[in-house]
């Protein structure tokens, strides 16, 4: 709820449940249609409004009573009006001892009053429940996330105006928060939905062959505690048919490394950099100069390349910022097995930023204050989302072409197999080559050994040595980029254009990146491949699909348009005399809906 009704309170001193009087309205008289009053009528002043309507009651025969109002803090937004015998009225007398005994009464005049945003004025609006089109509409949008506010004015330049529409934004509100968020109105349900709220929300996610994020599943649990995780993963390889991922990757996080350590004690387990990296400013905050030590220690981690340099780098850099004695650089060193690349690179990871990306991404779809009816609705249309994204980048690898950046026949040979996502990770490494300076050490019996320098920046160049096997057309290298990320570094592809090799070994082509691997649970029919309607809303949506395409033909010319009027006219007729037939038992008839309110949107309001 927005800013406009976030304040709103019901002011009970002008609610009035009891009838003002017993006597029963005499018979409507004839009154002049000026004096009428009528939904779209605007005034200058509430009070005006009020006025108007009071003599328009008096005329035709019946009181009226203020029955609500709604405020934002000392202003009036919009005011409920009802005949005075509006309601049921139970007596507390007995009804064997009543002497006047009172005809049973529901009067259902009701008239809305409210403001109209940036006129200025008052508008007479009648309270009547929202359509099927305009509810479909609403339900549509919400699921979108498209704001309220956003909607009703949709609706209102639909129509031409406020005052073409019979209801007004607090009723669609209204029905938003009470059909389509399901939000509990009875105390327990409340408290509970208080204790959801508190839930930590965790997910499992992988890297398809497009580099995209792919989420597996989710959890809630009540806290981060060692016991919790262990719940998790119990849970999460039984999933799984007791099968332990080789690697996994998570958060900075104490109580996950003993549960996975208690739990899949085979699984490679890896901390997020990026994770640990954003904690610095935290951390290191209050040392001068935090941000020249934030770039030297990224720095260490990135450019250190080997166990043995990075071991001689981190301590340089604790001497060199006095940080020898702080405990959360000592507690990473101590942990560094699990974060620090260099004691990784030697075990495959499909991508450092997979989840990171992941959670952003769903971070569109739910906030902190979803409901937990929201948070099932809207994930399921984030595994759509992410579906519709895979389907769209496969589409891409067959229907076009990313250019090659070099002439080299090795390069080409990765375009025809790779996706495109990672097909573009390879051309990064051909256009790293221009900054590599190859020299050959020494050669025997088909076994050369290369050193290859890589300019990093004006003044820095780091060595890197590559061996090349010419019986095996097998290549080593150093950097380990094809054994954590499966592609093929520039340092080795130097190698390879200075062996003048023109096609790579099929080692080197993974399948795990190819645009024709074939994924099975792709076949799978998911939920969201089906939405979950009632049948109604079902029907009413394959309708206003069938006759969108008959309006969109018929629209080119007024023959035609005239066609499709006397063929609705008739069909009308036909469907009316049915609709009496079976009068009560007719799936035509739902919620005292009737055919006139099919097209509300299109025609002016009436009482």
């Not at 328009?56 to 019946?62: P, S």
């Not at 958060?251 to 990296?277: F, G, V």
């Not at 006219?569 to 809906?593: C, F, I, P, Q, Y």
Request: proline share 3%.
């Amino acid at each position: 709820m927005d800013d406009s009704t976030s304040n709103c309170q019901l002011n009970q001193g002008e609610v009035d449940y009891e009838f003002e009087s017993n006597e029963v309205p005499e018979p409507f008289s004839v009154v002049d249609d000026q004096f009428v009053l009528k939904v779209g009528m605007t005034f200058t002043t509430l009070e005006d409004a009020g006025k108007f309507h009071r003599n328009y009651a008096k005329a035709v025969g019946f009181s009226t009573r203020v029955r609500s109002t709604n405020r934002k803090g000392n202003e009036i937004k919009n005011q409920l009006i009802t005949c005075s015998r509006e309601g049921k009225w139970k007596s507390k007398i007995s009804p064997t001892e009543k002497t006047n005994p009172t005809s049973s009464l529901n009067f259902p005049a009701r008239i809305y009053i409210h403001t109209l945003k940036d006129v200025g004025a008052w508008i007479i609006s009648k309270h009547k429940k929202l359509s099927l089109s305009i509810r479909r509409t609403i339900e549509n949008n919400e699921e979108a996330g498209i704001r309220p506010s956003k909607t009703y004015q949709s609706f209102v330049a639909a129509t031409g105006g406020h005052r073409e529409l019979n209801f007004i934004e607090k009723d669609m509100r209204n029905y938003i928060t009470r059909e389509v968020r399901n939000v509990f109105e009875q105390e327990d349900a409340k408290e509970f939905g208080k204790y959801l709220y508190n839930l930590v929300y965790g997910s499992f996610v992988r890297v398809n062959h497009h580099g995209q994020s792919t989420l597996l599943g989710c959890s809630l649990m009540k806290n981060k505690e060692i016991e919790s995780f262990k719940w998790l993963f119990q849970c999460w390889l039984r999933c799984m048919g007791e099968n332990d991922p080789k690697g996994f990757l998570t958060d900075q996080s104490a109580s996950m490394k003993r549960a996975l350590e208690a739990y899949m004690p085979t699984t490679i387990h890896r901390w997020y950099i990026w994770h640990i990296m954003k904690k610095i400013p935290s951390k290191l905050n209050g040392y001068k100069g935090h941000a020249k030590i934030e770039q030297e220690m990224s720095e260490v981690v990135w450019n250190s390349h080997s166990k043995d340099s990075f071991d001689r780098n981190w301590n340089d850099f604790l001497l060199n910022f006095g940080l020898m004695d702080n405990k959360w650089l000592s507690d990473l060193y101590e942990d560094r097995h699990i974060w620090v690349p260099i004691y990784l690179d030697h075990y495959f990871w499909a991508a450092h930023k997979g989840a990171r990306a992941c959670i952003h991404f769903f971070n569109k779809f739910i906030t902190q204050n979803s409901s937990l009816i929201q948070f099932v609705k809207q994930y399921d249309n984030c595994l759509g989302s992410r579906e519709q994204a895979e389907r769209e980048s496969y589409a891409a690898d067959f229907l076009t072409v990313t250019p090659c950046a070099t002439k080299s026949s090795i390069e080409a040979q990765f375009q025809d197999v790779y996706t495109h996502q990672k097909f573009r990770k390879v051309q990064a490494q051909f256009k790293g080559k221009a900054n590599c300076i190859t020299r050959l050490m020494n050669s025997a019996l088909g076994y050369s050994v290369y050193e290859v320098g890589e300019q990093v920046s004006s003044l820095i160049f780091n060595k890197f040595v590559v061996t090349y096997d010419s019986v095996a057309v097998e290549v080593k290298y150093q950097c380990l980029l094809f054994e954590s990320r499966w592609i093929l570094c520039c340092h080795a592809l130097s190698v390879l254009s200075f062996e003048r090799v023109s096609q790579v070994s099929p080692r080197y082509i993974l399948e795990r990146w190819c645009k024709k691997v074939k994924r099975r649970h792709t076949h799978i029919k998911s939920s969201h491949n089906e939405p979950l309607l009632e049948p109604r809303s079902k029907r009413f949506d394959q309708l206003v699909f069938y006759s969108q395409n008959i309006c969109e033909f018929v629209s080119e010319s007024e023959e035609l348009t005239a066609i499709l009027h006397h063929a609705y006219d008739n069909v009308m007729v036909e469907m009316e005399s049915l609709k009496a037939k079976r009068k009560g038992t007719s799936s035509l008839s739902h919620e005292d809906a009737n055919l006139e309110s099919v097209n509300e949107l299109q025609s002016p309001p009436r009482i």
